[in-house]
């Protein structure tokens, strides 16, 4: 495929490059701008919710159910940014940052579920001044706290060399430009329709439009359940490119598409998911979920089939006899893949 890009006219390249520029920071402004408003308002929604439950005996009998009859209606009305996961976080980030002016709203929210996470209040906003001051991302600030940086600066006698360690540490994070238009957690609060499927691009959006339809037509009791649906751990949201159920098998089938090839941390992702998948979402009647990675190589295309450890037994007796082979998948893939690169005409010749 041949690149798509302009050729730029030599005389024009200071011009482009000074216009990049105000593009660019002002893309950055809008996004400190999005970061500070949806913090604030997270703030307000949870100190909104505690008052409300600490207004007298006529609410407390809402309990347990105040916050998923809030996120019900608010889900409705605004998106998947207000649910009941999220709603619980607003609520935890009120009690845990009672003053908004202790709030470092250089921050954001995402940082702050990651903050929430730690117990002890000074623990908790030693690490929110020090990501402020030292300008981390949110995986920075995941990895500081994974690696006990704030405890092993209290104990160690010889700073220097903690701080010299993380700041290597930091280093070697792989950091990409924040992009406003492909944030999942900017997105839902603005109340975007269909945020993750903003992360595609047209080729992989395509290529799960025909997989979705070629799974539905082997007739073997798939059912459609959701595209690019969200599962959440404490601090990450992840989105499954597609999400079926099986009801011969009584099982969920999760399937996601990765681009160039295949690697470990590919196969190890999916293993979180198909585990994470069933422990959210599996009911009790439930076979263990399976998960499907399909990688669209430029040369040959791969599949995998993922599942529990201990399944694998369940997966050779039961699931192949009713789930697609590795070859039907790929050559599905391959084919689609080949036809959007190429073009209908091409591809048939």
């Known amino acids: ?49 505690i ?49 908004w ?47 006990f940086y704030y405890e092993r600066l209290l104990a160690s006698r010889d700073r220097r060399a903690v701080e010299q360690e993380a700041i290597t540490n930091i280093g070697k994070l792989d950091f990409g430009p924040r992009d406003i238009v492909r944030d999942p957690v900017v997105l839902e609060f603005l109340g975007l329709p269909n945020a993750g499927m903003l992360q595609e691009t047209d080729l992989e959006q395509a290529l799960i439009d025909q997989l979705q339809g070629f799974l539905l037509e082997l007739g073997k ?19 499954l490119d597609l999400v079926f159920y099986n009801y011969v098998l009584k099982c969920f089938v999760i399937v996601d598409l990765k681009r160039g090839e295949l690697t470990h941390q590919d196969i190890g992702q999916m293993d979180m998911y198909v585990r994470l998948y069933d422990d959210l979402r599996r009911g009790p009647d439930d076979k263990p979920t399976v998960g499907i990675i399909l990688c669209a190589q430029k040369d040959e295309s791969v599949v995998r089939y993922s599942v529990l450890q201990g399944n694998e037994q369940l997966f050779a007796s039961q699931y192949q006899t009713v789930l697609p082979t590795e070859e039907e998948l790929r050559q599905a893939l391959d084919r689609e893949r080949v036809r959007l690169v190429q073009g209908p005409s091409d591809a048939a010749t």
């Open 51 to 99: 008052e409300f439950e600490q207004g007298g005996a006529e609410r407390a009998v809402y309990g347990a159910k105040l916050l998923p009859s809030l996120a019900k209606v608010l889900t409705a009305r605004f998106g998947k940014g207000f649910d009941e996961r999220n709603l619980r976080h607003m609520r935890d980030f009120y009690q845990k940052f009672p003053i």
């Open 101 to 147: 002016n202790a709030v470092r709203t250089e921050l954001s929210w995402t940082h702050y579920r990651t903050l929430l996470r730690i117990e002890r209040d000074s623990t908790r906003h030693w690490y929110m001044n020090e990501t402020a001051t030292q300008n981390w991302s949110t995986r920075a600030l995941e990895r500081q706290i994974g690696t």
């Open 221 to 239: 009791g798939f059912a459609f359940v959701a595209r690019q649906q969200r599962i959440s751990t404490e601090s990450k949201d992840f989105y």
């Open 1 to 49: 495929m041949t690149s798509s890009l302009p050729q730029e006219d030599p005389q024009l390249v200071p011009l482009i490059n000074e216009l990049g520029e105000l593009i660019r920071q002002a893309r950055q402004k809008v996004l400190r701008a999005v970061d500070t408003l949806q913090v604030q308002t997270c703030w307000q929604i949870g100190r909104h919710i």
